[in-house]
């Protein structure tokens, strides 16, 4: 295993500068340019795209004596205050889930007790706030290790990139129902471990063989026991499949990860992305010829979505991934109405997402207007997942 993809999200996350709080620095934000064909690819870590100028640093802002603060300093002071901004922005578009701690200390700190109330702030409020937290640390730990420039060059060797739609339409004609987008998933935070025998070759084999269109391929380590070399290994065991990396993505460095790994397509998760950055990741997918599957949960995010431009494939997760109740009407609810017409007008293809056990889910999601679903836990724990996949649709869809 490289040294990159040894990293457990284990280290804390380095603590946010309070002091410089009260300074009265206003930094000049930059909102850089979508990349070009050419591939003039810049915001290699803000996934707002938003950088604090250099030249601004160099000099020091009027309001603070440049001998008062290092140019290190400022640069804190910034990332500081670029991640509130970046706060700020999500939660205008009802976004709950936070970037980062936001103060003090990370939420690992054993300090004294007064501190670790006066900075409660930095507990997560819910799991998928933890993922996010972690993945954070996780993104720029592996970005210092593997940056951007390393990972271009690794494109080259890349294999090609899969249709993933292509498969699910072709999947959804031959055989009259939601094309299967099969999950290779060992554990998660909701369920625990799935399955103790896990081999994810051999899993994603019995997957094809069973007909699926395409496979998913949990690449988190911590919180599902998942990983890269997953998505490595069944990417070079001879599974034609389109594979869906499914990852917390908060970084557009993580697409071009994916893509070096074997990915063709990556999930987007619209509670954790604001609209800018699901604009500028879609782009960078477009640019790498990956699909972008931009998971929903409620109509506020439906209706964010629907609104960006070149949006293809939008996923309904049926599981909220804050509370982890499960109710596959959730599929139906957004589907409804003004916003199914859209869709279909648009030609999106929609994929429901977990809780699908039986042919009647299938069919019940089928009704509201899915073309593909994606399924883990039903087929994953069963002791032959090719029959597992049968058992699901009342019938083989391999033929
Ligand atoms: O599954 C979880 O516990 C979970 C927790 C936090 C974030 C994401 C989570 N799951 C990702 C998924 O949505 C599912 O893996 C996927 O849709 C398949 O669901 P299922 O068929 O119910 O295993």
């Known amino acids: 295993m490289e040294a990159a993809m040894s990293f457990k999200a284990t280290a804390a996350p380095a603590p946010r500068v309070l002091s410089f709080q009260s300074l009265n620095f206003r930094p000049k934000f930059t909102f850089l340019k979508p990349p070009t064909p050419a591939g003039n690819f810049m915001a290699q870590n803000s996934p707002l795209c ?29 990332e500081w205050e670029i991640g509130m901004f970046q706060d700020e922005i999500a939660a205008s578009q009802g976004i709950r889930i936070r970037r980062r ?11 004294p007790f007064e501190f670790r109330i006066q900075n409660e702030g930095n507990t997560p409020r819910n799991i998928l706030e933890e993922i996010v937290w972690n993945k954070d640390v996780e993104v720029s730990q592996m970005k210092e290790k593997m940056p951007l420039l390393a990972l271009k060059k690794a494109l080259d060797n890349a294999p090609p990139v899969r249709d993933f739609i292509g498969a699910l339409k072709a999947a959804n004609s031959r055989t009259g129902l939601p094309g299967l987008i099969a999950e290779v998933k060992k554990a998660s935070p909701s369920r625990g471990v799935l399955r103790e025998d896990f081999d994810p070759v051999e899993i994603a084999k019995a997957y094809e063989k069973g007909g699926a269109a395409c496979l998913s391929v949990l690449t988190d380590e911590k919180y599902f026991q998942g990983g890269f070399q997953n998505l490595e290994a069944v990417r070079n065991s001879g599974v034609k499949c389109p594979l869906l990396c499914k990852e917390f993505v908060i970084d557009a460095w993580q697409i071009y990860y994916a893509r070096t790994k074997g990915a063709d397509a990556i999930l987007l998760i619209a509670a954790v992305l604001p609209d800018l950055d699901i604009k500028y990741m879609t782009k960078i997918c477009k640019l790498l010829g990956l699909t972008a599957l931009i998971e929903v949960h409620d109509e506020r995010e439906m209706d964010r979505v629907l609104g960006i ?17 499960v109710d596959i009407g959730n599929t139906k609810k957004l589907l409804e109405g003004e916003r199914g017409r859209k869709i279909r007008e648009k030609g999106i293809i929609v994929v429901g997402e977990s809780g699908l056990f039986t042919p009647a889910d299938i069919a019940y999601v089928q009704e509201a207007g899915v073309k593909a679903v994606l399924v883990g836990e039903s087929i994953v724990k069963q002791k032959n997942p090719t029959e597992g996949i049968a058992g699901l649709f009342g019938k083989d869809i391999s033929l």
């Open 309 to 325: 431009d070149g949006v293809e494939l939008i996923g309904i997760n049926n599981r909220n991934l804050e509370t982890f109740e």
């Open 50 to 78: 938003i950088r604090a100028q250099k030249s601004e640093l160099k000099d020091g802002p009027a309001t603070v004596s440049s001998t008062d603060i290092s140019e290190r300093d400022a640069l804190k002071v910034k």
């Open 101 to 111: 701690p936001p103060t003090g200390p990370p939420s690992h700190y054993v300090g």
